[in-house]
Every structure is written in structure tokens, then in C-alpha cells.
């Protein structure tokens, strides 16, 4: 899995002359810190992690992934972001689980920044970065939070068969309380707690039979941020105030790449509420008593830009080198097996596509925002922080302080999608360079509006796919496909470690060669460079991999005259989990039942794998002239064990809408390398009348451990309707945004 | 130059220009951060609130326009259709991540205020204007469906 180079990016030792100063620092300190920080707590002694205090009554049990207090409430420390995934669930689930607790007990908050406590172990089984990402969050803490709920439960126990001087084996736990049969003896887990601090933390501890799960795998666990999701109470980055805090936007080069050449504030200066204007790498910062005043600062403010070195490329320009890129006879080889020029050359039936995929926007319901408080030895931020580590090691290096000066107070976030996490911390770094612009004077606040959000890049790359795609005498299928685009690793201090032999594995994630038992395939991948930022979005590279594979697998069943799912099925025999969500799907949606297509009607089906969890998704449209409704969805899902099947419906469902509102509406595009789109009336998303009626989805039983669940509900939706559009009116879709009169004008 | 309106049922008086709209006035100067900020162009929904318990986006709405009147954020919520979009928002765990949910409630709110049996099309006419990102819309529907029936059964006051 990709995200372990991750790690092996930060543990290189790159040859400083290769790196700015400040991303040597950042490697540096990626390397050396937190492997000799210890797990110190406060009143830690006895054992590595909660022994030690006095074990009065009123202690509580502080251990680094939950804490009992005495007022019996469980709270499980969070490392992962809630951004919307539900891991402020899940996690406490896995944990509850092990422990014995309630579900009404348990509450959970975020956990600091701090590695290698704190790491995402699918990334560095050392844990040496700590990030939210990949779809990894339950599966990298199955283990680690059984383990950590069962350890507690193990000194609870010894601590009750103590004071009730009892053997533990006769002790017994359930919802929450411990309690000897025998002797008729109870407790609760708060009145234990303190005793429990005091017992050495047991080095291996049983882990429950999966059959016993009475919490994992519930059918419906209540949110635990729900309440406060649905009355306003949720704190997030943009909701936090402090004394004397300062609220800045920044006004950025219209065109990527621009660089400040002089600027005027006198007027912004002058309006109300302006309390500074100044430079910062990413452009001019205008800080304010409150966001209006910010606002309206900027309106008034002045710059101008040196824009030689900027973008200026118009999406005309670089759709017309992307094609050509699609047709030039050499490019790095992503995947290779058997002749696919010689099987190609004698198949019997041959099909084309050429596919566009454009740039896209995250757009976050909250805009970025971020606060910080700097002081002579401390940095303070407050964030919906993706990736602590590296935000971490940021600040650091433009502060000057080391990474344990910088705490970052990790709060919910208003949709990230994988916009928060970004290679040079972009909104973080913003916000701490504005606060060393003023001196540290006072805390700063950062909005974007949804206009810098829009324009400001780091887009879902544009791409082109060239594919040419045939069956042979012999049945066999053979699979030739050219991608064209950016590449989100290049020019990163991730590009060592990812990319080899020229190909950035994000650019050609979830091609056939690994979904289907293809007898010859061969992926070429072609890196464009564009001025534009661009960034890991929603199942990143399976976006469009997935869109242009289940597309051209629909046409070559049409091309033997086999159905589209039964086509699949004679491809998937070396993938089994692929085949039981097919199955379910097809089964579910009817699809051996006869499908009226009267009035525009027709369905399609698509299939793939990414991040570990494999979903197959069935969809029907309706076709009414050049309109297009998508009516219903039915969604197979195989992710391990389900921790939260609500919270997996629900993940499906989003990740279906996220998608959907891709194929539909998304798109950036420039101008003369100016963004085209500012808010959301130009970068239009998916609303509450245009989601399909019906979203059903179904779980494959598994006792494999779990996989993610945040991003595989994507990739499938769009091809699932264009094969429904096509299959209703004939219509090909080869481009996105779907635009059906383009479409039906388009040549075959 | 102080502008007098009424806040979640308290008399407030703001020191601000006119101009400066709702939604700045009561996150960053009555500390009310529960209602939004989205897009400042009354596209997204995030920042409606009521006014006299009609939904409005206060993120174009000048504090000129609110003078002398009566205003309701999330956390002034308590009719009995608000209670039951939000017990209905809680029961069938609606919200994802959670930022878009305050202006969603408000909009749902005012609607079962008028409307206390809506067809499915009804709620989508009704709250087409509240973006949700993560797309909780088949749960935001079956949650405003769940909470008209709990009005609809529940005895009068």
C-alpha cells in the first residue's frame, strides 16, 4: 500500500542540496522526532502507560488511547480526524468492544499531536506519522484498539479482584460493570479507575472470539457526535475564539505560480477594523478585529503580481497536449503483462474510448480555517488537522521552535476529502507565517472564503485516458490504455520514495491489469506538467481509473453479446471478494429480472476495489431528452468486518453523492490560467433533489479485519451511470462532467 | 451606531455598521458560531436562520434589514417542529461531518413550521438550498418524514 512510502520518505536521508532548507528541516524532524519521546503522562510511574498515581478514588485511568474518569464516562483519545468518516464512532466502538463498556459511557476526543503514540501504523508500522487518510483509520486501529481496550479492561479487573481479594478468573464485565457473581460484589468501571492506575499494564492481554461481539458489528450505534452535529454545539477550527484574536484572509496570485511584486495597502490600512497588512510567502495577508473587517481590508488592498512564471495555460490549451500526449509512441510503462499489441493486432472484436476527466475542487462545507497563538517558545494551532506530523514539523520550521513546541488541537473538521492534508501544510504554513509576520502580537485566526477555496488549487487532476481494448479468437481479453495528467507526487518531498521508474502510482491506482483477470494488459502512464496545484481527492487516482475501466468493460460485453455482469463474472475468477459484491448487488437490484425501460429507463453496473474494501454498485437512471435522473442505487459492500454498519451505509451513501456530483457538475477549468470558477453557483454540486430517491446498501458478511470505507463508495458511481445512461438511450459518455447533447453529438 | 434587535428571545444591541451582514454580527460578535459561514452568497444553506421563524441566509442579510426584529439561531432553537427535526436528526444519525446540519435543521424547521406533511417533492423544493458535501440527503428526507409523523401524533399543547 502506497501510504508506507510515506514513512520511508520521511526516514531517508535525502541529500540536503536536493531540498529547501525548510523541507530538510521537515525531514529531519520527521526522522528524529518522537522516536525519543517517551509516553509520559502526568502522574506516570509504574508501567508504560497509566501506573503510577496514588490510586486514591477520584483518580482516573489514563491510558494513551482511553481514559475512565471517576465520573464513569470512557473516553477514547482519537488520533485519527473526524471529518465526517465517522471515526469518532468506530474507534470507540473497537474499544467498547474489548473493554466491556456501555455505549452510553463512552465519549471520545482528539488525541495530540504526537508520533509515535499517535501514528498511523498503516503508513509506518513504527507509527512515525501521524495522518488521517488512505481510508486507513479503523483498519490501521483494529489491533492497536482492541489491544488498548482489553489491557483496561484486564486492570480493572485485577484491580477489583484485589480490593474484593478474589481470583480475577471468577470476576465478570458487561456494560460497564465489574462484578463477582459469587460474592455479589459490583462496581463501576469510575469507581475503579483510580485502583486500576495503580496495576503494572499487562503486556499481552486475550482478545475477545469476533463471534462474542456484541458492539462491533451492531447494526445500529448511535453517533456520538450527533447531538452536537444537530444543534450547533460542534465546536470546529472557524467557530474557535480567543482573547485578542485577529481574523486574516489573504489575498492570493489570481494565477498559480504569480509572485508579489509590490504592494498597496493604504486603503485596506483604512478601513475599519484593519489592524495590519503583510506579506507572507503565499501572498498578502490582511488582518482585521473580526472577518468583515478582514474581508472588506482585502477588497481595498492592492498588489501586483509578477506573473512570468506563473500558469497561463487555458483548459483548451491542455486538453489539446493531453491528446497529443495520448498518441505519442512512448511513455513509462505503469503495468505490463502478456502481448497485448500482438492481441490486439488479431482480436475479433476491438473497442475504443478516449475519456476527459476534469480538474475538481474538494469544496468543504468548511472553508479552511485555522488558528494560531505564537508565543517565544510555544505555537499553538487550532485546525481540523489531517496530518499532524507534517503540520507539525511546518510550523516548526518556519517558527524556529522544535516540533514539541507546536501543539495542535486537532478539532472536528467540516469535510476534507484530502484537502486539509497537504505535502507543504499550505493552510497551516498560511497561518503561522501570518502570525510570525505580526510578532505574535495576537492569536490569528485564517478564513478562506469559498471563493479561495475554489480558485485557490490543489484540484483532483485533469486527465485523459486513451484505451483500445479487444477479445480474441480465443476469449481471451486483451487491455491497452494510455493515461495522460499530473502527477500529486512529483515535485513533493514525497517523490523519492513514490515514484519509481517515472510512474507516480496515484496516477494509475485501480487500473485492469489488478480488478480483472485480463490475459494482456498494459497501462502507460504520460506525466504532464501544469502550474497548477493538485491534490489527493476522494479515492484520488481510482476516480477516474475506475470511470474509464468499468465504462470500457460494459462495451467489450456489448461487443461479445454477453451481459454485463455475467461478462464481469467470467474476468473475476482470482477475485473472489469482487465476485460477492457483484453478486449481492446484482441479486439485490433484480438484475435477472426483467427491467422495463419504457420512458428513458436502463441500468448499469460497475465494480472495483481501492483502499483495501471492494463495492459493486448498480444504477438506474431515467434518460428524458438530454436530462438525466438518477433514480436509484444499489450498493454491495465488502470492507472486512463492519465495526459500524450504519456508519458504512452512511459512508456509502456519501461517497455515492460525492461521486455522483462529479460525473454531474464538477469541474474547474481555466482561462488564460485564471480560474473559471468561484463559488458555487460556477462550481456547481450535487443537491438534495438531484440524490438518487433510493440509496440501498448491503454488507458482505466477512470475518477478515476491516477495511476502509471513507473512499470505495466513490470510484463505482459514475461509470454505474454511464453504463445506465447508454444501456436507456445509447448515449456514450466519455467526458466528464456527463453532457448528454455534447455526448449524443460526439462521434462513436 | 447601535443596532437593536432581538436575539434567541434577549434584547441585543450591536455597535456595528448597518451593513455588516447577520451572520458575521452574531458568530463574531454575540459568540452564537452555531449558524455557518459556507459561501457568503446565499448558495449553500449553511448560515440560515429565522426571522420570526421564517429561514433566511443571514450571510446577505444586512443588519439594516433585521432592525427591531426578532431572530432565532441553532442554539435558540425550541419550537416543537425544531425539537423534532433535531430528535429525528439524532435518531437516524443524519449528520456526517456536521458543519452544513445547523443551516439544514433551520431549513427543516421552518418548513414543518408551514408545511407539517410534505411530499417528498415539498422537501426537495424546501431545502434544495442547503448543500450538504457529504450527502446525507436520504437521511436529511427520511429524517424530516420521521419528524412530521412525531408532530403529526403528538398531542396538541
Aim: with cysteine; aromatic share 6%; net charge neutral.
Amino acid at each position: 500500500m502506497y501510504f508506507r512510502l510515506i514513512a520511508d520518505a520521511a526516514a531517508l536521508a535525502v541529500p540536503a542540496s536536493e531540498l529547501t532548507r525548510r523541507e530538510f528541516i521537515k525531514f529531519t524532524t520527521l526522522a528524529g522526532s518522537g522516536l525519543t519521546l517517551g509516553l509520559l503522562l502526568p502522574g506516570c510511574g509504574k508501567g508504560a502507560g497509566g501506573g503510577g498515581t496514588t490510586g486514591a478514588a477520584g483518580q482516573p485511568l489514563a491510558m494513551p488511547f482511553v481514559r475512565i474518569a471517576p465520573d464513569n464516562t470512557v473516553t477514547v483519545i482519537s488520533k485519527h480526524l473526524e471529518a465526517g468518516q465517522g471515526v469518532w464512532t468506530g474507534l470507540p466502538a473497537i474499544v467498547a468492544e474489548e473493554l466491556d463498556a456501555a455505549w452510553e459511557q463512552m465519549r471520545v476526543e482528539s488525541a495530540p499531536a504526537k508520533v509515535p503514540t499517535y501514528g498511523n501504523l498503516a503508513l509506518d508500522p513504527k507509527g512515525s506519522v501521524q495522518l488521517t487518510g488512505g481510508s486507513t483509520a479503523v483498519a490501521n486501529s483494529w489491533e492497536q484498539l482492541r489491544r488498548a481496550g482489553a489491557t483496561a479492561r484486564a486492570m480493572l479487573v485485577a484491580a477489583a479482584a484485589e480490593q474484593w481479594s478474589v481470583a480475577a478468573t471468577e470476576i465478570t464485565v458487561s456494560e460497564g460493570v465489574v462484578a463477582h457473581q459469587g460474592r455479589g460484589l459490583k462496581a463501576s468501571f469510575g469507581e475503579l479507575a483510580g485502583a486500576a492506575a495503580t496495576i503494572p499494564v499487562p503486556a499481552n492481554v486475550a482478545l475477545k472470539d469476533p463471534a462474542t461481539f456484541r458492539i462491533v458489528g451492531r447494526e445500529k450505534l448511535p453517533r456520538l457526535d450527533s447531538r452536537a452535529k444537530s444543534s450547533g454545539k460542534q465546536q470546529f477550527a472557524i467557530d474557535v475564539m480567543l482573547p485578542g484574536m485577529m481574523t486574516a484572509v489573504v489575498m492570493r496570485p489570481p494565477r498559480f505560480g504569480g509572485k508579489v511584486v509590490q504592494i498597496d495597502a493604504d486603503k485596506a490600512k483604512a478601513v475599519p477594523g484593519v489592524v495590519d497588512v503583510v506579506q507572507i510567502p503565499r501572498g498578502v495577508a490582511v488582518v482585521a478585529s473580526d472577518m468583515w473587517s478582514a474581508k472588506k481590508g482585502r477588497e481595498a488592498l492592492s498588489v501586483t503580481w509578477d506573473d512570468s512564471l506563473a500558469e497561463k495555460r487555458s483548459t483548451a490549451d491542455l486538453l489539446k497536449e493531453y491528446r497529443a500526449l495520448a498518441r505519442a509512441a512512448q511513455a513509462p510503462t505503469a503495468h505490463a503483462h502478456g502481448d497485448v499489441d500482438t492481441a490486439l493486432a488479431h482480436a475479433v472484436k476491438r473497442v475504443e474510448g478516449e475519456f476527459e476527466f476534469p480538474y475538481l475542487a474538494h469544496a468543504t462545507m468548511e472553508p479552511l480555517t485555522a488558528v494560531c497563538r505564537l508565543g517565544a517558545d510555544q505555537c499553538e494551532i487550532w485546525a481540523g488537522c489531517q496530518f499532524q506530523t507534517g503540520d507539525q514539523a511546518t510550523a516548526a520550521a518556519i517558527t524556529g521552535l522544535k516540533p514539541e513546541q507546536v501543539t495542535i488541537n486537532t478539532l472536528a473538521a467540516g469535510g476534507t476529502f484530502g484537502r486539509r492534508a497537504t505535502p507543504t501544510s499550505d493552510y497551516i504554513s498560511e497561518v503561522v507565517s501570518i502570525a510570525k509576520a505580526t510578532g505574535g502580537k495576537y492569536p490569528v485566526r485564517l478564513i478562506w472564503t469559498r471563493e479561495d477555496d475554489i480558485t485557490g488549487g490543489r484540484y483532483r487532476p485533469m486527465k485523459y485516458h486513451r484505451i483500445s481494448a479487444g477479445i480474441g479468437r480465443d476469449g481471451k481479453v486483451a487491455y491497452r490504455q494510455r493515461v495522460v495528467g499530473q502527477s500529486i507526487m512529483a515535485g513533493t518531498p514525497f517523490e523519492a520514495a513514490f515514484m519509481k521508474n517515472g510512474i507516480d502510482p496515484t496516477a494509475v491506482e485501480g487500473h485492469a491489469g489488478d480488478q480483472y483477470d485480463f490475459a494482456h494488459v498494459h497501462v502507460s502512464w504520460s506525466r504532464a506538467d501544469v502550474g497548477v496545484p493538485v491534490l489527493w481527492w476522494r479515492s484520488v487516482g481510482h476516480t477516474h481509473m475506475a470511470f474509464s475501466k468499468e465504462v470500457m468493460v460494459d462495451e467489450l460485453a456489448r461487443a461479445a453479446g454477453v451481459d454485463p455482469v455475467a461478462f464481469r463474472l467470467s474476468s473475476l475468477a482470482n477475485h473472489p471478494r469482487h465476485v460477492g459484491v457483484l453478486k449481492l448487488a446484482a441479486e439485490k437490484a433484480g438484475w435477472d429480472q426483467p427491467f422495463s425501460k419504457k420512458g428513458g429507463r436502463g441500468r448499469g453496473v460497475a465494480v472495483h476495489e481501492s483502499f483495501g474494501s471492494v463495492v459493486a454498485q448498480v444504477a438506474e437512471v431515467t434518460v428524458d431528452g438530454d436530462k438525466l435522473s438518477v433514480d436509484r442505487v444499489v450498493c454491495a459492500v465488502d470492507c472486512g468486518i463492519a465495526v459500524t454498519p450504519d456508519v458504512v451505509k452512511a459512508q456509502m451513501q456519501s461517497g455515492i453523492g460525492y461521486g455522483l456530483s462529479a460525473a454531474l457538475y464538477g469541474k474547474v477549468t481555466l482561462t488564460g490560467g485564471h480560474v473559471d470558477q468561484n463559488n458555487f453557483d460556477g462550481y456547481r454540486v450535487l443537491r438534495i433533489n438531484e440524490m438518487p430517491r433510493v440509496v440501498e446498501v448491503y454488507i458482505v458478511p466477512s470475518t477478515n479485519p476491516p477495511s476502509g470505507v471513507g473512499e470505495p463508495g466513490t470510484p463505482p458511481i459514475a461509470p454505474a451511470v454511464a453504463n445506465a445512461v447508454r444501456a436507456a438511450s445509447g448515449i456514450r459518455l466519455r467526458t466528464l462532467p456527463f453532457d448528454l447533447t455534447a455526448a449524443r453529438r460526439a462521434p462513436a | 451606531m447601535a443596532v437593536k434587535l432581538t436575539v434567541n428571545g434577549e434584547a441585543r444591541e450591536l455597535d456595528l455598521d448597518p451593513q455588516v451582514p447577520l451572520l458575521w454580527a452574531v458568530r463574531d460578535h454575540l459568540q452564537l458560531t452555531g449558524t455557518k459561514f459556507g459561501c457568503g452568497k446565499a448558495l449553500c444553506g449553511a448560515c440560515t436562520v429565522h426571522l420570526e421563524g421564517v429561514a433566511v441566509r443571514s450571510c446577505i442579510t444586512p443588519l439594516a434589514a433585521v432592525e427591531g426584529r426578532s431572530v432565532t439561531t441553532i442554539e435558540g432553537l425550541a419550537t416543537p417542529a425544531g425539537r423534532a427535526v433535531q430528535e429525528a436528526w439524532v435518531a437516524l444519525d443524519v449528520p456526517q461531518c456536521g458543519y452544513c446540519q445547523s443551516g439544514q435543521v433551520m431549513s427543516a424547521a421552518s418548513l414543518l413550521a408551514t408545511n407539517p406533511k410534505p411530499s417528498d417533492g415539498d422537501i426537495d423544493a424546501a431545502m434544495a438550498g442547503n448543500i450538504c458535501r457529504c450527502c446525507t440527503y436520504v437521511r436529511i428526507r427520511a429524517a424530516i418524514h420521521q419528524a412530521a409523523a412525531t408532530l403529526g401524533s403528538a398531542a396538541p399543547a
